[in-house]
């Protein structure tokens, strides 16, 4: 696939949080230890797949905290 032209550099997603879940990406910015340690030496192209990545794992956190809907209505019975 050809590389995009960027205007400017791909900000790092860094958020200063700086601490790892128990599966190894950044509770911040949810990138892997190697991901944040070869940031700066990544391509454009690199980078934006890595905030891809992070994207979807954080949706993937989202859903997975999500309570799963009760069977019982929302709505108490009258009778």
């Known amino acids: 696939m ?4 960027e205007f400017f550099p791909v900000a790092s997603p860094c ?3 700086s601490q790892s879940d128990e599966r190894g990406f950044c ?21 934006q797949n890595v905030l891809r ?3 979807q794992r954080f949706l993937r ?3 997975a905290n999500k309570p799963l809907p009760s069977e019982d209505p929302q709505q108490p019975s009258l009778f």
Do not use: H, T, V
């Not at 050809?2 to 032209?5: D, K, R, Y």
């Not at 911040?28 to 192209?45: P, T």
């Open 53 to 55: 990545l992070c994207r």
């Open 2 to 5: 050809a590389e995009q032209l």
């Open 61 to 63: 956190k989202i859903r």
């Open 27 to 47: 509770r911040g910015c949810m990138r892997s230890r190697d991901e944040r340690f070869n940031w700066q030496k990544m391509s454009d192209a690199e980078k």
């Open 15 to 17: 958020r200063g949080i």
